[in-house]
């Protein structure tokens, strides 16, 4: 009888030790899922840097799920930040609106505003173009 419950003993802590094994499995595959999930946005920064020009730049970047089906999916991208002009945010907006990766391309406001600019010896104003501009990414 003791040997029973000694062999007993063995055999449920060898199954506890499984069952970590497995949780924590579990939680590697759940991550890798994710990450690779999300490797496409690598693809869309690269993009997006050859896409915007010198007078250009942004300040805020959100990507959002929109829709998941299988492995496809739909993610909502905004970008928020200035441009020297309207003319080169409109350069920007073309650029985008043609490049395959970007779809729905569509810019929700442009107003002219000011930013200071400070160095170490004095503080600039400039004259910019806040914008937004919002956007579709399709993937698998």
Do not use: C
């Amino acid at each position: 009888m003791a040997d029973m419950q000694k062999h007993l003993g063995v055999t449920i802590e060898e199954i506890r030790k499984t069952e970590q094994e497995i949780e924590r499995l579990n939680l590697q595959e759940s991550f890798l899922k994710r990450f690779t999930k999300n490797q496409p946005f690598s693809e869309l920064l690269l993009e997006l840097s050859q896409t915007i020009n010198p007078q250009t730049w942004l300040i805020k970047l959100d990507i959002d799920p929109i829709s998941e089906e299988g492995d496809q999916f739909v993610r909502s991208v905004k970008l928020y930040g200035y441009s020297f002009s309207n003319d080169e945010l409109g350069e920007f907006l073309t650029r985008l609106s043609g490049n395959p990766v970007f779809q729905q391309v569509i810019l929700m406001y442009a107003k002219e505003t000011q930013i200071t600019v400070s160095d170490p010896k004095r503080k600039s104003r400039f004259k910019v173009i806040q914008f937004q501009i919002n956007s579709e990414i399709m993937g698998s």
